[in-house]
């Protein structure tokens, strides 16, 4: 039986999120978070990668902006370990392949959710217009 392996993390943007379309033709979007805990000298930010395949990837890359604050769930994650060519010394990053991303209130751009999915029901390209916020 294998092990759970779900993650779920909030944090800032630290750059621009990067899209590529791979040989295979999947979409992949690559964006870096910042995650802060703790507050005055305990405080500590652990800074992870994201990684978002499918469809939606596309879609989403115009709101993924640096500072933007985002939520990251459904993810796999993992530790990368490499040797430094330069100084030959252990280099670690911890890399999450996600399923769902939620943006947080705030930052430059509307509240926005989106999942692997949701991409695959809707068969038309996103756009901002489709964002209607449903009365409670």
């Known amino acids: 039986m294998a092990d759970i392996n779900n993650w779920v993390v909030t944090g800032r943007l630290t750059r621009d999120a990067e899209y590529r379309v791979l040989p295979s033709g999947t979409e992949l979007v690559t964006f870096d978070i910042a995650n802060n805990t703790g507050f005055g000298q305990y405080a500590k930010t652990l800074f992870i990668t994201v990684n978002h395949w499918g469809k939606s990837a596309k879609n989403m890359l115009p709101y993924l902006t640096k500072g933007k604050g985002i939520a990251v ?31 947080l209130p705030g930052g430059s751009s509307n509240q926005q959710s989106t999942s692997e999915s949701q991409s695959q029901q809707d068969a038309r390209p996103y756009s901002p217009e489709d964002d209607e916020v449903p009365a409670f």
């Open 73 to 103: 769930s459904g993810g796999e994650v993992e530790l990368q370990q490499w040797t430094s060519k330069q100084d030959g010394s252990t280099q670690k990053k911890i890399v999450v392949n996600t399923s769902k991303v939620d943006f």
